[in-house]
Every structure is written in structure tokens, then in C-alpha cells.
């Protein structure tokens, strides 16, 4: 449905929420509508008259792509092209005659660079980002397919022009180019309206065919389709008409939908069309005169500006391949598109961290230029200064690496109270980069300088790296310093010693290890950690002794053990938790402080080495850290310490499990990740349940219930990050493309789905039990206490 025209905010030029400034028209954009003037003097073409002057240049230059005389273009092709110039015809002529070879991966294809009316050129027919929603459509609303392939001689066959409306109608469906309620959508459509379509979109002539009695060429797009549609459908909403041409003269005369070329008649009556003469506003100058032009500009209303500006636009247009071989030419106008929007199509294309990078820079440079950084920080940010591994308490602007790596990231991506403008002006800088502007992408976008400043090459390492650091500093644990005992921030540049000491007192002084907030020096310890052993060299290039060679010398293989998001996908069996999960559990524990130190240590020295476990002198991998981590010690009823595999931590424990193996008789039992051993079992079991139950010892009881506890807040946290999540791209009604799924602004699925009341009914009494259980816990203690 489209929206309505008085919720366009790029009409009003003061409106806070708008991102662009209007482009002046004179002098960018063409001012008067096009013209259709045959040159008399040259024979007709097949439809009985003869060509425009760029219809002339157009046949030269089909010629020449074909190896042909120029009497044997196509006369549909070259009316495809007069019918979609824009502006006086001149700079388009001059365009046709530089017409060049381009090549891709799949082979040749001729192009020329024009200016195109945008209502007369046709969203593309085969559509690879949009084919499986929109087939669905197809399939169950038109009960008919898709067009997946262009054929041979650049030709879509159709069983109908219906179809091919019905692919686009469908197509639209999938992509509402109208929709203007999404902060994203709002950007887009405000950025075509007031600086019109910046970059050049791309298509061909392609043969529409249905039969050899039905069949017509048309200029569409294979890149592109996104804007042309969203330029299509605002400007039909702001001129109260339909403002896609593309196929009109398909309806000529009204009524009879079939697919047909171009010729002078339709042409004309599409330039008739153009004028928009029923608007409510003057789309054109009156006429072309130089004072017509300027009486229009100097009262043209803000909808007719926003009409003009998208009405044209730059379009590389083909009109002939040449495959290479074992390709088709299918595959060469799917790889000019692809090459653009396909990882892996075209040798030069910048990887993923090299276009975050691009985008970081500018960030950075913001926060440069409002005193949030100094020089200097830049010049390290950028890579133009080195910060030694070794530690150095007087060096600056970074004592070492691991701090400057850092501190990237909370430059860029941590909210802090004592400098709030400073995320705020990192997510407009987002903003204005056309990029979403959620935690995850600021994240992302300063990661790879991370990387970079960390010293790492190659998208392999560097992918890891960035995608530990980005989905780690996104989270409120790390980023969100107004929810934290302390700022963290603000000790990653003291002494290590200082730190780890600090570490070890929050950790003696919490009420309950496992369950009181991390302190300031327990979370910076951890997150230096995290960084430090995401980037050591000596764990990004570990070998593991592999036998001997013949000679007798120890066989190593690379084994790369430096942190990653999930562990390298659970190599080696450990669970694939998140790596901030890992260095946060070991700070709830003495030896993991002691092991989070000797990690940081191990990386802030002149060679960065490979970290040991100060007590066992073993190799702290990434596996051997998350089989010590990846769970909280003290969830389970044995003490905090090595089992019997030689790691740190507890095994892997049951779910709703109790030592007899007996379930719950009312179905109603907690289930956490705590293992209750309520009754002794072995031989002489029943004799021994005739005396006192276990947990009436005093610190048993007591630890049952801080497990309790735990197991509640647990379930708290699971319904948390339950009620977090958000919709898919469907639902939020956006491009797979431009779906970001941390964007603070899609809604949540607890309140698009919500939740069956046959699956909550139930709880009610289970959680009335809970509360009434504490309840009398909690009246005991405090009669005991005041009875003293």
C-alpha cells in the first residue's frame, strides 16, 4: 500500500529526520521533457518512418558490435532506445558514439552510458535477489513462474505480456516499492527525492517474446530495479498517477495487453504521457524557452523538484554480447550484475573488511575532527603508526598493542555516560553513510580497523577477528558502560598487575561469584584477554606436534587456536558459545583471573607467545579455554576445579536431571542447568534414606538454594533474550540486502508472534509455587534472624 503524501518528509526541507540536501536542478538534471524529431533526410526503418539522430548513431553502433550494416538493426531496438532518452539528445548521441566493450568473468558485452528518462525503463524481468519469495507469489496468486534466464540474443521469453506483469507485480510484493514507514525506507526514498538516483543503474535491450507474431524490444535494468521502482512509485504518489511508462505502449490502443515494439506513434504518445499534464502541479517549464525554464524554477513547489530530480538518471545500457566459452549470454548479464552484489564475481571487488574499513575511516575522521580522538589515535587507527606488542607504560598514544586494539572498539562502539555524544555522533556518521546504524554495524565497521591495528592480513584471519570483536562489543555487557559497576574503559591502560590485583578483590567481595555483576577490573581483565588472545600471533599460527618425520624430527602441523566467535564452529567438540561467554566466566573465578592475566601477559611482550595455565603449565588454546569456560563454574554440586580430563570447570550437565533418574510426578519441575542430587543412591540407599535427608546439613542446603537461584536467573535471561528477538526480513517487510537483524528499530517476534496460551497455560500455578516457596524461605530467615 502506498503511503500518503503527506508523510513525506523530504517535502519539508527543515524536517529533523533528514539525511540528505536537496541537489540544486539547474544545471544537473534535464528541465525539459523530451522530443521525438525523425531526420527526414534519412531512409525510413521498417515501421515506416526514419530514425532520430540518436536512433542513426544507435544503428552505427549495432553495427559494429554485430559486424553488420547498419540497415539491419533491429528497428524495435532502436526505437527501445529513443523511447527511453532523456533531456535534449545531444550528450546521449555523443554517448552512443563512445560506446565500448566491457568485459566480466563470462565474457563481452557492449555498452554505452546514457541518460534515460526513469518512468520509461523497465524494472527487470529476471530478478535473482527476490526469486524465491517472489515464485511463491507467482506459484499460489498468478499460478504461473518466474523467468529465470535470459535467452540467447538477450531474449526473455514469456507465455504473455500477463505474465510479465505479473512478475513484476509480484516482485513488488516481495519489495513494496511504496513503503515509506521504516526508518531505512524513509532514508532511501528521501535520498532519490532530493538528490535523485546518484549512481548509474545498468540493463540491456532485451527481446520481449512471446511468438514471432508477439514479441518487442524494451529497455529494463539488471541493476537497479530497487531504485527505478522506488522512483517509479513516488513519483506516481506525489503526481497522483502512474508514473511506470515502461510497457504503455503495450496497452496502445487501450485495452488490448500485448506485447508489441516501439515505434514513432507509441514513442510519441509515451512523451505525451511524460508531461504529466493532470498533476497537481506543474511537472515541466511551460515551455522551452530560457524564461519559461527560469519562471519554473523560481516557483517550481517542492513536488515538482522531487518529480524532476527522479525522473532521469545515468544508465549503462548493452546492446549486444559476446559469451565466452562454455558461457551464455545469460551468464554474461548475470555477472555484470552479480559482480556487484555477488561475494567472489569480480577480481577487484573490495573484500568485506576493506568496504567496513572504508566506512570506519569516516567514523573515525568524525570523531577526529568533534576532539573524541586525537591525531595521533588516527594515525594508529589507520595503520600509519605501529604500536609494539611490548609493553610500554610511557609510550603513547598505546602503552601496547592489545590496549590500542582496544580501544578501538570502545572508541566506536561503547556507549559511555561521561562522553555521550560520542556513540551519537558514531551512529550519525553510520546514518549518513546510508548504513544501518545499530551497535552490530557500528561494531562491525570499526572491527576490521581492529584488525587492522592489531597487525592482521588476509580476509581469513581478519574475518575471524572481526567477527569475535564486532558480536562481542555489541553486546550491553561490554558497550553499555551506564548498566556497569564502574567504567571498565578507563583501566585498559593501567598496569596489568593493577588490574588483575583489582580483579581479585571485586571478585573476594561479591556476595555470590556466579551471580553478582562483574566489577570494572573483572571486565576490562576479561575483555584485554579477549583481545589479546583473538590477535596473538603465536595462537593464530600455533602448530600441534603431529608424530615425527623419517628423520626422526617432531612433525607439526598448523593447528590456529586464537579465539574465534564460536570455536571455530565447535572444533574439537567444545560448545559453541559466544567468546565474551568464555573470558566473563573465568573472571568469576580465582584461577580464571590468574589464566585471563597470564593471556594478556603472553601478548604484551616483544614477541607475543602462546599462554599457559599458571598451575599446569598446559597450552591455553581456544579449546582448552572453553572446555575450562564455557560453562560458570559452581553449577553442580563438586567444587570449582580440574576434572578428571585435566581441564578447568565442570563437565556438561544434564537438563532437569536428578540423581535417582526419577522425573517430576506434576510435570511441573524447573528445568535449569543444575543437577540436583536430592537423594543418595547405591547399594544400602533405602537404609540410608530412613535417616536424615542430606541437604539438612546446613552449607548443603545452602548451596542447593544458590543453585536455585542461579537456575532462576538463568530462566530469566533465557526469557530475556527471548523477548529480544527480532523479526526476519519478511516480517519487517524489508530487502534480504538491507535486513540488519540488530537494528534497534525492527519489531520483536514476542510481539508479531507472541505466544500460544495453550503453551503458557500451566505455568501460572508452577510459577505461584516458585514464588510461594521463596516467599516462605525468605520469612523463616528473617523470624531466625530477629529472634537473635
Known amino acids: 500500500m502506498a503511503a500518503r503524501k503527506s508523510t513525506f518528509q523530504f517535502l519539508d526541507s527543515g524536517h529533523r529526520n533528514l539525511i540528505s540536501d536537496a ?16 531526420l527526414r533526410s534519412e531512409p525510413a526503418l521498417s515501421d515506416g518512418e526514419p530514425p532520430t539522430e540518436l536512433g542513426k548513431a544507435v544503428m552505427e553502433w549495432y553495427a559494429k558490435a554485430n559486424s553488420c550494416a547498419p540497415e539491419e538493426t533491429p528497428a524495435g531496438l532502436v526505437r527501445a532506445i529513443e523511447a527511453v532518452s532523456a533531456g535534449s539528445g545531444r550528450e546521449n548521441i555523443e554517448a552512443v558514439r563512445r560506446a565500448q566493450w566491457r568485459r566480466n568473468h563470462a565474457g563481452l558485452l557492449s555498452v554505452a552510458q546514457l541518460v534515460v528518462c526513469v518512468p520509461m525503463v523497465r524494472p527487470a524481468t529476471v530478478q535473482p535477489r527476490m526469486a524465491a519469495s517472489a515464485q511463491r507469489i507467482m506459484r499460489e496468486g498468478f499460478k504461473n513462474s518466474l523467468i529465470h534466464e535470459v535467452g540467447s540474443g538477450l531474449r526473455i521469453q514469456a507465455r504473455s505480456a500477463q505474465h510479465l506483469i505479473d512478475i513484476t507485480d509480484a516482485q513488488r510484493k516481495v519489495r513494496n516499492p511504496a513503503a515509506y514507514a521504516g526508518e531505512a525506507e524513509k532514508e532511501f526514498a528521501d535520498s532519490l527525492a532530493l538528490e535523485g538516483i546518484r549512481e548509474e543503474i545498468r540493463g540491456f535491450v532485451y527481446d520481449m517474446y512471446v511468438s514471432d507474431d508477439e514479441r518487442g524490444h524494451l529497455v529494463e535494468t539488471d541493476d537497479g530495479w530497487t531504485r527505478v521502482s522506488v522512483a517509479q512509485s513516488f513519483m506516481g504518489g506525489l503526481i497522483c498517477a502512474k508514473a511506470d511508462l515502461s510497457t504503455l505502449h503495450w496497452e496502445y490502443p487501450v485495452g488490448s495487453l500485448t506485447v508489441r515494439p516501439h515505434t514513432p506513434d507509441s514513442i ?56 565466452y566459452r562454455r558461457n551464455s549470454d545469460h551468464d554474461v548479464v548475470y555477472a555484470d550484475m552479480a559482480r556487484f552484489h555477488v561475494k567472489g564475481q569480480n577480481p577487484t ?11 570506519a575511516r569516516t567514523v573515525v575522521n568524525d570523531l577526529v575532527r568533534q576532539r573524541f580522538l ?8 589507520f595503520g600509519d603508526t605501529e604500536v609494539p606488542w611490548a609493553d610500554d607504560p610511557s609510550r603513547t598514544p598505546y602503552r601496547n598493542r592489545v590496549v590500542a586494539t582496544t580501544h578501538v572498539m570502545v572508541s566506536t562502539v561503547v556507549h559511555d555516560p561521561a562522553v555521550d555524544f560520542r556513540y551519537a555522533l558514531v551512529r550519525d556518521t553510520l546514518k549518513r553513510l546510508r548504513v544501518p546504524n545499530s551497535p552490530l554495524q557500528a561494531a562491525t565497521t570499526t572491527a576490521s580497523l581492529a584488525g587492522l591495528v592489531a597487525g592482521l592480513e588476509g580476509d581469513g584471519e581478519m574475518g575471524q577477528f572481526t567477527a569475535v570483536t564486532a558480536r562481542s562489543f555489541r553486546k550491553p555487557e561490554l558497550r553499555d558502560i551506564g548498566v556497569h559497576e564502574g567504567n571498565w574503559t578507563e583501566l585498559i591502560d ?24 562483574l566489577g570494572r577490573h573483572q571486565r576490562a581483565l576479561a575483555i584485554l584477554a579477549l583481545v589479546a588472545h583473538a590477535a596473538n600471533p603465536a595462537l593464530r599460527d600455533y ?53 585471563l592475566e597470564a593471556i594478556v601477559r603472553a601478548a604484551i611482550v616483544e614477541e607475543p607467545v602462546v599462554p599457559v595455565d599458571p598451575v599446569t603449565g598446559q597450552d591455553m588454546l581456544e579449546e582448552w579455554l572453553r572446555r ?26 544434564a537438563l532437569d536431571s536428578r540423581a535417582d533418574g526419577v522425573d517430576h510426578g506434576d510435570g511441573q519441575g524447573l528445568r535449569t542447568a543444575v543437577a540436583l542430587a ?4 547405591g547399594p544400602g540407599a533405602e537404609e540410608g534414606r530412613r535417616g536424615a535427608d542430606p541437604l539438612s546439613e546446613t552449607g548443603a542446603w545452602g548451596k542447593q538454594i544458590a543453585d536455585l537461584a542461579d537456575g532462576i536467573d538463568n530462566l530469566a535471561a533465557w526469557a530475556g533474550g527471548l523477548a529480544d528477538v527480532r523479526v526476519d526480513a519478511v516480517r519487517a517487510g524489508v530487502d534480504e540486502e538491507d535486513y540488519d537483524p540488530d537494528d534497534e528499530n525492527l519489531p520483536r517476534m514476542i510481539d508479531k508472534v507472541g505466544i500460544d496460551p495453550e503453551v503458557e497455560n500451566g505455568t501460572d500455578k508452577s510459577l505461584e509455587s516458585l514464588r510461594r516457596f521463596l516467599r516462605q524461605g525468605v520469612m523463616a530467615y528473617l523470624r531466625q534472624q530477629a529472634r537473635r
Request: glycine share 10%; proline share 10%; aromatic share 6%.
Open 23 to 38: 541537489v540544486p536542478l539547474d544545471g544537473v538534471f534535464p528541465l525539459l521533457p523530451p522530443v521525438f524529431e525523425p
Open 268 to 323: 510519441e504518445a509515451a512523451h505525451r504521457a511524460l508531461r504529466f499534464e493532470d498533476a497537481p502541479f506543474a511537472v515541466w517549464p511551460a515551455s522551452r524557452t530560457k524564461s519559461a525554464v527560469q519562471a519554473w524554477l523560481d516557483g517550481a513547489p517542492p513536488e515538482a523538484q522531487a518529480t524532476l530530480r527522479m525522473m532521469t538518471a545515468r544508465m549503462d545500457i548493452g546492446i549486444a554480447v559476446r559469451p
Open 349 to 359: 571487488l573490495w573484500g568485506k573488511s576493506d568496504d567496513e574499513a572504508f566506512k
Open 374 to 381: 586525537t591525531e595521533e589515535q588516527r594515525d594508529v587507527f
Open 494 to 517: 593501567r598496569d596489568l598487575e593493577e588490574i588483575a590485583e583489582g580483579a581479585r578483590r571485586e571478585l573476594e567481595t561479591a556476595a555470590h561469584a556466579q551471580r553478582t555483576p
Open 543 to 595: 602448530r600441534l606436534p603431529d608424530g615425527t618425520h623419517a628423520d626422526g624430527t617432531p612433525r607439526l602441523i598448523r593447528y590456529p587456536s586464537s579465539m574465534t566467535l564460536t570455536g571455530r564452529g565447535g572444533r574439537g567438540g567444545v560448545m559453541k558459545v559466544e567468546a565474551d561467554v568464555v573470558v566473563m566466566n573465568a573472571a568469576r573465578s580465582p584461577e580464571g583471573i590468574d589464566q
Open 628 to 653: 575450562a569456560w564455557a560453562k560458570a563454574h559452581g553449577t553442580d554440586l563438586r567444587p570449582a576445579g580440574r576434572g578428571a580430563d585435566g581441564f578447568a570447570g565442570p563437565p556438561v550437565l
Open 678 to 681: 536430592l537423594r543418595p543412591d
